[in-house]
């Protein structure tokens, strides 16, 4: 079984969603059975939650507009794919599910409030919309292919927003409402990056999830492959958005592909490997508009694993605080005291630097999670405050830079290598942490300094030595 994934701009309008049935007809006949994970088209998740916070604030004639625009938006593809036979009763749908949205921002407007049980209701429509389609569009060109909402089959928690998946029962719901479909070769079109709760509340799974709802399909069903389609060739050495002359990565390990989404690159859900990694089932990263591409390569590190670096990332803003102490407690206690405190609020750490000569430390927290982390600590160490044992906590918003790839740490002066790369740049290191992760080195720069600091490391390790010369 094979797994597809397509992103928004691979649904991003009619002509790509024309493009996308091509790939999928060409994978049924070579690669049957194919269950195809979808998300919403391009900007519309952007548009729905746009609508809701005006909704919310009682802007009415802005939401008129909105829903107009998503009207449009889905009708041109209704009207440019389909037959005049079936338009009507496609467009129908199309009115229908944004209907239902209309009337969530109804109810929004009423209480001036946009809860989040009620928004991911909301969102659920971008999804179901492509989905419908998408799979709509297959069936007039003679593919058996129907739309499921992953409501039915992707069980979660009730963290609406950032759901989680409640595993064994999805597997089961998966099992039982995919591969029936699967047997009578009619290729299911699941909505990406929603869920919904055991007693059936609409839940999704945080922005970008259907790259991991498409994990999470792979694993269920026990597919040989996931490829992921998107609008690059592949991962490369670093964001396309902001070094011009990257690399594609043609393999990547499960854990080096974790650690870049983890650190910022978009082009992987954070989420997506965790589910893969037990079954060890291959992801292949593809651009749907130059399919004959080989595309990115994610799997389990063996014998011959490409060693070194292979990729830099960024993110920014995040909050970087620094916990100093006069001596009491220590930094074994200050840390041991900050490690469970922050777990207990949910905080997620990304990178712990530690001075013991000093008896401080800096941690960078993700900027969503800073105020929370703040006053979670203050309120661990309020005597410690109080006394002046512990200086005020720091706040600075940063950005942080990862140069990823497995071997890395074997290698004697990558770190100084980065340094000068940096030093020529003069873009000065805030903080950096080596050894934590066996293919990772993470630092902290100025968020000034970002892009220059991504070009220099990308120009001293990624760019061959040849090509420096040029
Ligand atoms: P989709 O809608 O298909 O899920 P995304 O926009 O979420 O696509 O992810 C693809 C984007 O990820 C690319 O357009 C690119 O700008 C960004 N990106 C960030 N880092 C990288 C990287 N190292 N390699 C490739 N793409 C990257
Ligand atoms: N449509 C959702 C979003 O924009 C999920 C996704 O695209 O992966 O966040
Ligand atoms: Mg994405």
Redesign the pocket.
């Known amino acids: 079984m094979l797994v597809m994934k397509f992103?928004?701009?691979?649904v991003g309008d009619a002509q790509c969603i024309a493009n996308v049935k091509e790939i999928i007809a060409r994978s049924v006949t070579e690669r049957s059975p194919v269950v195809v994970v979808v998300?919403a088209m391009?900007t519309v998740t952007e548009t729905l939650i746009e609508t809701a916070r005006l909704a919310s604030q009682g802007e009415q004639s802005a939401v008129e507009e909105k829903l107009q625009s998503l009207e449009r938006k889905h009708s041109q593809v209704v009207e440019a794919l389909f037959p005049k036979a079936h338009r009507r009763a496609v467009q129908k749908t199309v009115t229908d599910i944004l209907g239902e949205f209309a009337k969530l921002c109804a109810g929004m407007a009423l209480v001036g409030e946009m809860p989040l049980r009620a928004l991911d209701a909301g969102l659920s429509v971008g999804e179901r919309l492509s989905s419908t389609l998408l799979a709509q569009h297959l069936e007039t060109n003679g593919i058996a292919a129907q739309a499921v909402d992953a409501s039915q089959c992707l069980l979660t928690d009730d963290n609406f927003g950032n759901a989680k998946p409640l595993l064994k029962h999805t597997h089961d719901a998966m099992r039982r409402v995919l591969l029936p479909l699967a047997e009578k070769k009619c290729v299911p079109i699941v909505t990406g990056f929603l869920g919904a709760t055991r007693e059936g509340i609409r839940t999704t799974l945080g922005r970008?999830g259907?790259?991991y709802s498409a994990a999470i399909v792979a694993s269920s069903l026990g597919a040989a492959e996931l490829w992921i389609w998107?609008?690059?060739d592949g991962?490369?050495s670093?964001?396309?958005?902001m070094v011009e002359k990257g690399r594609i990565v043609k393999e990547l390990t499960y854990e080096e592909a974790a650690e870049?989404s983890y650190f910022g690159?978009?082009?992987l859900h954070p989420k997506t490997l965790a589910p893969l990694q037990s079954s060890r089932i291959p992801v292949y990263i593809k651009n749907t508009f130059a399919p004959e591409k080989a595309g990115t390569r994610i799997g389990p590190s063996h014998e011959n694993s490409p060693q070194g670096a292979k990729?830099v990332?960024s993110m920014a803003p995040v909050a970087l605080l620094t916990l100093r102490s006069n001596g009491t407690p220590g930094t074994t206690e200050l840390l041991a005291r900050t490690f469970a405190a922050l777990s207990h609020s949910h905080v997620d750490i990304l990178m712990v630097t530690q001075s013991s000569y000093q008896d401080s430390f800096c941690l960078l927290v993700p900027q969503s999670a800073a105020e929370m982390a703040q006053a979670t600590l203050e309120h661990a160490f309020r005597l410690e405050l109080s006394h002046q044992y512990l200086d005020p906590l720091e706040r600075q918003d940063v950005a942080a830079i990862a140069l990823i790839g497995e071997g890395m740490k074997g290698t004697p002066g990558i770190a100084a290598r980065v340094f000068g790369a940096l030093a020529r740049e003069k873009v000065s290191v805030i903080a950096i942490a080596q050894g934590s992760s066996e293919s990772n080195i993470s630092l902290v720069v100025s968020q000034e300094g970002r892009s220059a600091a991504v070009r220099a490391i990308h120009q001293e390790f990624l760019v061959p030595a040849a090509a420096q010369s040029v």
């Open positions: 992103g928004g701009t691979s998300s391009s970008g259907s790259d998107t609008d690059v991962v490369m670093a964001d396309p958005k870049l690159a978009k082009v990729a990332t």
